[in-house]
């Protein structure tokens, strides 16, 4: 696309190839030659998926100083690493706006503001993306990945997945496991 663009990071890349997929600029093939999706098999879908979970992944990361000055606040960089760090324990709205040493009232409007999102919603996204992630490449039981995710709970983290995704986390394992061993 541009001479620029050959020595970006591998996740720059992924982030214009999602781009210009979804604008229909490139071939789904051809990206998912690239990103790796089509060798297993998955097609056009799984491509899809894997790189909007890439998405995710850097827009919660803040990966680089241009995606955290693309975030507008130093406060909402922030709040995305302390998310990334923290997904796994028990954290709250109140817990992340005492971290920031804000209100839950500024955080909210903040991460609304240069997020698009609530910090409930930034906490449980991240959460369903580990949750997704552990139940495609993984043998542990629900419970457990509900654990490694921050769910105390194994029956709520089976109600939260089963709500965000439509289907129960151990039907998603059987429908979108990776094939390889």
Do not use: N
Not at 66 to 82: K, V, Y
Not at 103 to 131: D, F, K, N, Q, Y
Not at 156 to 169: N, W
């Amino acid at each position: 696309r541009q001479a620029g663009q050959q020595g970006a990071p591998t996740g720059v890349r992924a982030v214009e190839q999602a781009r210009d997929l979804i604008d229909g600029r490139h071939d789904p093939v051809e990206v998912g030659a690239v990103a790796g999706a089509t060798q297993q098999g998955h097609g056009r879908r799984a491509l899809l998926a894997s790189l909007a979970e890439t998405l995710i992944l850097y827009a919660l990361a803040g990966q680089t100083a241009e995606r955290q000055a693309d975030l507008g606040d130093p406060r909402a960089s922030a709040l995305c690493a302390l998310v990334e760090t923290a997904y796994p324990e028990p954290l709250s709205i109140g817990d992340c706006a005492r971290a920031l040493d804000l209100s839950a009232t500024h955080l909210t409007r903040l991460s609304r503001r240069h997020l698009g999102v609530a910090p409930g919603e930034l906490i449980l996204r991240r959460r369903m993306l580990e949750a997704r992630r552990l139940l495609r490449e993984t043998r542990q039981s629900v419970a457990q990945i509900g654990q490694l995710c921050g769910y105390r709970d194994p029956a709520y983290f089976v109600r939260v997945f089963t709500r965000s995704h439509g289907l129960p986390p151990g039907r998603y394992r059987k429908e979108r496991a990776d094939p390889t061993p």
